[in-house]
C-alpha cells in the first residue's frame, strides 16, 4: 500500500549536471585476450580516443594511441612488424612503451617522437587497459583479483559477448543499487539484499527466488529452481564479478559472471558480459557448455530489458528516491573518486557504507519483540517501584 | 560533478550509534524493520574487532554491530518508522 504525502505542490524538476569530460580512472576490460592475438592491430574507440591494440613479437599486448605522430597516420590499419606497430602512411616504427623506435627511410628518430601509452594486463584470458588521466601508472590495491575458475579446467570457457549502448555510462552503474528494478525488470525477487561500497569496491549481495508467476513450473524430472545466491563487486569504476550460484533441488549451479564495460565517450559505452560454469557431476561435458549459453542469453536478454529503459530516459542527478530505494546517492558519491584526480578524493567517497534489505524475518516476529521488551521494562519498573506501569 | 546529498535523509538522518562490544561509532538510519544502512568512518574500520581481524577480499559486515543495531531498534534508541 502507498501513502501518498500532500502537502507540497511544487513541480519536481529534473536535474542534470553537463557530462563529466574526462573518463573514469582505473582498470577496464576490452574484452577477451585472444581476439587481440591474432597477429592483427585491432582499433578500439575508447576514453574519447581512437586506440590502437597490437601483440608484439614478445607476446605482449599493447595499446598505443592510434594517431601517429608523424603525419596522423591511423596505426590500428597499419601492419605489426615484429616488437612495433608500423605506420600505413610512412612505416613509422611505433613500440608498446609509446616510442617510435625507427623510421625506415630515415637515419635518425627526431626528439618528442613518444605517443600515448596505456598500461595493459592479460588476466584469466581477458585484456585490461589502465585508464588514468593524471598519467599515473596502476596501484597494486586497486588491480582485478584473480578468477580461479577462468583458468581450470573443470569450468567452462568464457562465453563473451559486446554490445554498444548509446548513452553515458553511468546508468549501467546505477544498477549496483536498484533493488526494485531487479522485480520490474529481470523478473527476479530478492529476499536478501546489500550493498557495501568501501574504498574503490562496491558490492552488491543478494539473495533470490526466482518469480513463480514469470517462469513455468518445472516439468516431471526436470530440476526445479529453488533460488539464487549472487555476490558481486565492482573493483573500481568498470568491471565487476559476480559469484553466482543457482539452487536447485538436485543440485547446485556454480558460475562466475562478468559485467563489465569501457566508456567509448561521453555519450556511449561497450557493455559486456562474460560468463564461465562450473562443470560437475551433474552438470559435465557439453551440458556444462549448453548451460553457459542459456546463461549467457538470459544475461543478455536482461541487458536489452536496460538497454531499452536507458535509450528512453532522461539522465538525473537528483533521483527522488523512496524508502525502498536502495542507494542510488552514495553509491554516486563512491563512484564519484574516480572522475577526481587522487589528491582530490574525499574520504566520504571511500569510507565504508552498507545498505541492507533482509526480509527473511517477518515484521511480526520483530513487533512481537518489541512488546515484549516493553512488557519486560514495564514488570522491571513497577518491581523496582513497588507500583504498577 | 557535485556529490549530492540522499532526499530520504532530509526527513529522517542517521544517528550516531556505538557498538556494546567494541565501542565503534557509526552512524545508523533504519527506513524500516528489515532495512538498515550503516556509515563507518576510518575511526570505526580502526577500532572494529571483527573488522581489523578480517581477511582478505569483501568483508560482509560485522556481526556484533549488527546485534548492537537491532538491540538499539528494539529498544526503541534507533527510529523505526511505523509500516502502514
Given at each position: 500500500m502507498t501513502a501518498v504525502e500532500a502537502g507540497n505542490d511544487d513541480i519536481r524538476r529534473?536535474?542534470?549536471?553537463?557530462?563529466?569530460?574526462?573518463?573514469?580512472?582505473?582498470?577496464?576490460?576490452?574484452?577477451?585476450?585472444?581476439?587481440?592475438k591474432d597477429g592483427e592491430p585491432h582499433t578500439v574507440n575508447a576514453f574519447g580516443q581512437k586506440l590502437v591494440v597490437f601483440q608484439s613479437g614478445d607476446g605482449r599486448i599493447n595499446v598505443l594511441d592510434a594517431y601517429c605522430r608523424h603525419m596522423g597516420g591511423d596505426l590500428s590499419q597499419g601492419t605489426i612488424k615484429g616488437d612495433e606497430i608500423a605506420c600505413p602512411f610512412h612505416d613509422w616504427r611505433w613500440g608498446g612503451d609509446g616510442r617510435c623506435k625507427k623510421i625506415p627511410y630515415s637515419r635518425r628518430v627526431p626528439l618528442r617522437a613518444r605517443t600515448a601509452a596505456w598500461t595493459t594486463m592479460d588476466q584469466d584470458g581477458l585484456l585490461f587497459v589502465w585508464n588514468d588521466p593524471e598519467g599515473n601508472p596502476p596501484p597494486p590495491e586497486v588491480t582485478i583479483p584473480r578468477i580461479e575458475g577462468a583458468t581450470r579446467d573443470d569450468w567452462t570457457d568464457w562465453v563473451w559477448t559486446e554490445t554498444i549502448v548509446n548513452t553515458n555510462c553511468r546508468e549501467v552503474v546505477d544498477n549496483v543499487v536498484d533493488m526494485a528494478h531487479f522485480f520490474y525488470v529481470h523478473y527476479s525477487f530478492p529476499t536478501y539484499f546489500k550493498n557495501i561500497f568501501e574504498g574503490h569496491v562496491a558490492t552488491q549481495i543478494m539473495k533470490g527466488t526466482g518469480r513463480q508467476d514469470t517462469r513455468p513450473p518445472a516439468k516431471d524430472g526436470e530440476p526445479r529452481l529453488l533460488g539464487n545466491d549472487s555476490a558481486a563487486s565492482y573493483h573500481g569504476p568498470s568491471f565487476m564479478i559476480d559469484d553466482l550460484t543457482y539452487h536447485y533441488d538436485t543440485m547446485d549451479i556454480n558460475s562466475v559472471l562478468i559485467n563489465a564495460h569501457y566508456p567509448i565517450d561521453a555519450t556511449s559505452f561497450v557493455l559486456h558480459s562474460g560468463i564461465i560454469v562450473q562443470r560437475t557431476d551433474k552438470l559435465s561435458g557439453p551440458a556444462a557448455d549448453e548451460m553457459a549459453r542459456k546463461m549467457s542469453s538470459f544475461i543478455l536478454k536482461g541487458f536489452d530489458q536496460d538497454v531499452q529503459i536507458w535509450k528512453n530516459k532522461a539522465r538525473i542527478d537528483n533521483p527522488l528516491l523512496c524508502e525502498e530505494d536502495g542507494p542510488v546517492y552514495q553509491l554516486r558519491r563512491w563512484y564519484e573518486q574516480f572522475y577526481v584526480d587522487v589528491a582530490d578524493v574525499r574520504p566520504e567517497m571511500v569510507e565504508r557504507f552498507e545498505f541492507e534489505l533482509d526480509t527473511t524475518r517477518p515484521v511480526e516476529a520483530w513487533k512481537k519483540e518489541v512488546e515484549e521488551n516493553l512488557a519486560r521494562k514495564a514488570a522491571e519498573l513497577s518491581a523496582s517501584t513497588g507500583r504498577p506501569a | 560533478m557535485t556529490i549530492r546529498p540522499d532526499n530520504r535523509l532530509l526527513d529522517a538522518p542517521m544517528q550516531p550509534l556505538t557498538c556494546r562490544r567494541c565501542g565503534a561509532g557509526v552512524e545508523v538510519r533504519k527506513a524500516s524493520w528489515h532495512q538498515t544502512s550503516v556509515q563507518w568512518n576510518a575511526d570505526a574500520a580502526g577500532t572494529c574487532l571483527e573488522r581489523r581481524t578480517a581477511g582478505p577480499g569483501i568483508f560482509p559486515g560485522c556481526a556484533a554491530l549488527r546485534d548492537s543495531i537491532v538491540q538499539a531498534a528494539l529498544d526503541g534508541e534507533i527510529a523505526v518508522p511505523e509500516e502502514s
Open positions: 529534473i536535474e542534470a549536471e553537463a557530462l563529466p569530460t574526462r573518463f573514469a580512472r582505473g582498470w577496464h576490460c576490452l574484452g577477451l585476450s585472444e581476439k587481440f | -
